[in-house]
């Protein structure tokens, strides 16, 4: 059970003293959680959510060579700075605005700037991992699996990292094989028996976010 003990006041927004809404919304690379989230954020505005990215998360190492940092599974619980998640979360549900590491996933590096987010009646946190970290999975009131084949999570992710994150083909074709696929099949798949809902990544974002929102109004 989360404390807000400690939490100073002058720093809560006292219009949202009640614990929010926490969604997590979970799926393999590609999944199309991201755009999920994000659509569901649009319908609800700005005033009533807000979205938390595991993404955001990685640990920072800029302390290794490139060529270490190459090297690093990215798709293993153990990339993520999963206790700083955990306090952020705290602090939102506390009324407390956060600031949010802000990743460069060229260099796999953190960027020194960061981003503020405040408190809001429903937090939408997505990721890959997400369900397969018990510690962030008790805390979700709904927890929801985006499901799709992996031919078309893969092609999705490869056209987001050539695309988005300056990668290679070769590169991203080496990481799939290397570490996304077999991790998929250790955490991400596993993680599926987790959800109160599972859901199909090749309907209609629209029509999936109006499912949910449903939901959500519901809890």
Sequence with gaps: MLSCLGVDDDFMDTSIRLTPTLIGVSGGSGSGKTTLAAAIHKRLGDDRSTVLRLDSYYKDLSHLSLEERAGVNFDHPDALEVQLLIQQIHQLRCGKAVEVPSYDFTTHTRRPETLTLQPKAVVLIEGILLLALDPIRSLLN??????????????????????????????????????????????????????????????????????????????
């Design 142 to 219: 709904l927890k929801v699996f985006v499901d799709v084949p992996a031919d078309i999570r893969f092609i999705r992710r490869l056209v987001r990292d050539v695309q988005e994150r300056g990668r290679t083909v070769d590169s991203c074709i080496q990481q799939y094989y290397a570490t996304t696929r077999p991790m998929h099949f250790a955490w991400v798949e596993p993680s599926k028996v987790f959800a109160d809902m599972v859901v199909s990544g090749e309907e209609q974002i629209e029509t999936l976010a109006t499912l949910l929102i449903e939901h959500i109004e519901n809890l």
